[in-house]
């Protein structure tokens, strides 16, 4: 089977948390699926970030705010590589130049536009587990963007749908995808599945 895993910024906080994932991601390639991560940025990575543009630059442009941004996520799916090969199993990351995700280019909150697979194809060829940097693209000008709010969700479920993923796995500290924000909406009902194109709208909408 081909997996796609999604992991927050909070399960890849600290170095114990990303050997844990990165546990999890060898105990499911043992069994003989092919595995394409999808990190956030750790922790407050994005927070901290935003603060130290704020210290240097309150009005700092939106292009350069996402090339600053987009190193969050960098940062994760490098670090997880190293831990899947700390335990011996091959990995590589990779970030959305890389894959050639291409957005639009409204820096900030930007909508994929297309994906090619050739890359995270032949790295999977290769028995790689697959690690990629969520929340960001490239625009047709070769610059960094980013997909704003869901934006790691968003990069999971367009990936699965590209890959014709077998599953679309978002791992998150909430039980399951609602029908609206059920701490706005208090008859927002959990739903039991979901397709790829509904998802992504809902991820694509924060």
Do not use: H, W
């Not at 028995?127 to 610059?143: A, E, S």
């Amino acid at each position: 089977m081909l997996i796609v895993k999604k992991f927050g910024g909070t399960s890849v906080a600290n170095a114990e948390r990303i050997l844990n994932v990165a546990n999890r991601l060898v105990e499911s390639y043992k069994e003989g699926n092919k595995i394409v991560v999808v990190l956030s940025a750790q922790g407050d990575t994005t927070d901290d970030l935003i603060k130290k543009a704020n210290e240097i630059n309150p009005n700092a442009s939106k292009r350069e705010m996402d090339m600053l941004l987009s190193t969050g996520e960098q940062q994760s799916v490098a670090l997880m590589a190293m831990a899947v090969q700390k335990l011996g199993y091959p990995a590589i990351s990779l970030n959305a130049f890389q894959c050639d995700i291409y957005s639009n280019s409204t820096y900030g909150n930007a909508r994929i536009k297309s994906i090619s697979t050739e890359r995270i194809s032949e790295e999977l060829d290769k028995n790689n587990i697959v690690i990629i940097t969520g929340f960001q693209g490239i625009n047709r000008g070769g610059n960094v963007t980013t997909l704003g709010r869901g934006g790691s969700d968003t990069s999971a479920v367009a990936l699965a749908a590209i890959l014709n993923a077998d599953l679309c796995e978002i791992y998150t500290d909430v039980d399951g995808v609602y029908t609206s924000d059920p701490r706005i909406v208090k008859k927002a009902r959990k739903l039991s599945e979901i397709s790829y194109d509904e998802m992504l709208e809902l991820a694509s909408l924060g």
